[in-house]
């Protein structure tokens, strides 16, 4: 019987011809990446040696610029780990700034057909690079940085097929809502998705999905490869070895479905839930907003300012309603200005804040008060997850965030698509 895509990689990380599901994998990891939280005085330990300090990334992001003397400290004790080990890849606040999964897409960090693993729940992201990556605890990352191991129980894989192409003003997020709201969680699974339609998304768009792969409680989220990654791999990481890998022909799958992706409609996820809880806009046009947010390492890419910037160029947001927007890193802000996106949205009465996790993990730059009510293209919308628990916060695509800024209630935003060519 052949193997999946993850199931291949993991094999061949841990120099075994075949891993099935219920193996344990014991794998090589290619990249280890830590984050300004793997530091926090009180769950810090004092590391003796590092596997390969090649191996190892430490990319600031939860909480910067420091907003605490906690989130200082954290930072000061990682400058400190990388100086005495020799790690050069240190994104420390300023240019090389960013949200560790953004930064890694930038850096081309994540090597197709290799195991990176980070201390960060949406590791993986990395999949939309054909890499097999997964966000592991704070022992696991220990592990991994000081043994360049990291180990798996091998899950079942769920397949999805793309054919067609996107209609204008739907997006990468929108597929992920219909995912989550017509299949559900895929608990102790692995999601690999391809088809002919995979070529009509943009990186980013990939991106965009994978990220959300942990929110359908995914263990490893891949991507098959194409040219386009191929070209974007080489661009930012130029001399590289990788390996593409994509699956047999005869691979098992615990279920394998095709969505015509030019089937599909903006969503949004009713608040406290993604899983089985989308509905169309329609369902919550109306819904009063104070806040609208775009960002996070889900929906903070060129491609997503661009939207914003479509839908908002020349007009202003609601009196009474905070735009937020917030780039996936300072490249991908400094690409924004130069595309004139930040300007407009600047101009339309939206705050743009540095690259950071922010407010999508409700640390600063955005927090919730009291019974306010939010619609965010972000990560999560769990109960408390931006700000005060009794605040309530919608999810959408950044065309149906930006379009609600504007009216300040939740709307669609097909009007401002009429007329574009798919």
Not at 293 to 307: K, R, W
Not at 343 to 370: D, R
Request: aromatic content about 6%.
């Amino acid at each position: 019987m052949g193997m999946t895509m993850t199931e291949k990689i993991l094999a061949r990380a841990g120099k075994t011809a075949q891993v099935k599901p219920g193996d344990v994998a014991v794998v090589d990891v290619a990249t280890a990446v830590l984050l300004d939280m793997s530091f926090l005085p009180e769950g810090w330990v004092e590391i003796l040696k590092v596997h390969d300090p090649n191996k190892v990334a430490i990319i600031y992001d939860h909480m910067v610029p420091a907003p605490t003397i906690q989130a200082a400290t954290c930072q000061t004790i990682g400058r400190a780990f990388a100086a005495k080990f020799g790690i050069e890849r240190l994104h420390d606040v300023g240019a090389e700034q960013g949200i560790a999964h953004a930064v890694v897409a930038d850096r081309g960090y994540a090597l197709p057909g290799s195991v990176l693993v980070c201390a960060d729940s949406h590791t993986c992201a990395g999949g939309a690079f054909n890499c097999a990556a997964r966000g592991v605890g704070g022992p696991d990352m220990l592990y991994a940085v000081t043994t360049g191991k990291a180990w798996f129980k091998v899950g079942e894989t769920a397949r999805y097929d793309f054919i067609g192409k996107l209609k204008p003003g739907v997006s990468a997020k929108d597929i992920f809502l219909t995912i989550a709201g017509t299949h559900g969680a895929h608990v102790n699974q692995n999601v690999e998705y391809g088809g002919p339609g995979m070529s009509s998304l943009s990186i980013n768009g990939r991106r965009t999905l994978a990220t959300m792969g942990t929110e359908l409680s995914a263990d490893f989220v891949i991507f098959e490869p194409d040219d386009a990654l191929v070209d974007y791999m080489r661009e930012r990481n130029p001399g590289a070895a990788f390996e593409l890998t994509k699956p047999d022909a005869d691979a098992a799958y615990a279920v394998r479905r095709t969505i015509d992706l030019g089937s599909l409609e903006p969503l949004v996820a009713l608040p406290d839930a993604v899983v089985n809880n989308s509905v169309k806009v329609s369902q919550v046009a109306g819904q009063k907003i104070d806040q609208a947010f775009i960002g996070s390492c889900a929906n903070g890419t060129l491609d997503d300012l661009a939207v914003a910037a479509k839908v908002v160029k020349g007009r202003k947001v609601a009196k009474g309603v905070r735009l937020i927007v917030t780039p996936g890193t300072q490249a991908t802000f400094r690409a924004a200005l130069k595309a004139g996106y930040v300007e407009t949205l600047l101009e339309a009465g939206a705050v743009v804040t540095p690259a950071t996790c922010g407010a999508c993990i409700g640390g600063h730059m955005g927090v919730l008060g009291p019974n306010e009510v939010c619609i965010t293209a972000s990560t999560r919308n769990f109960k408390g997850r931006m700000g005060d628990p009794s605040s309530r916060v919608f999810m959408g695509s950044p065309a149906t965030v930006a379009a609600s800024a504007l009216a300040g209630t939740i709307t669609s935003a097909a009007e401002f698509f009429q007329g574009d060519v798919s």
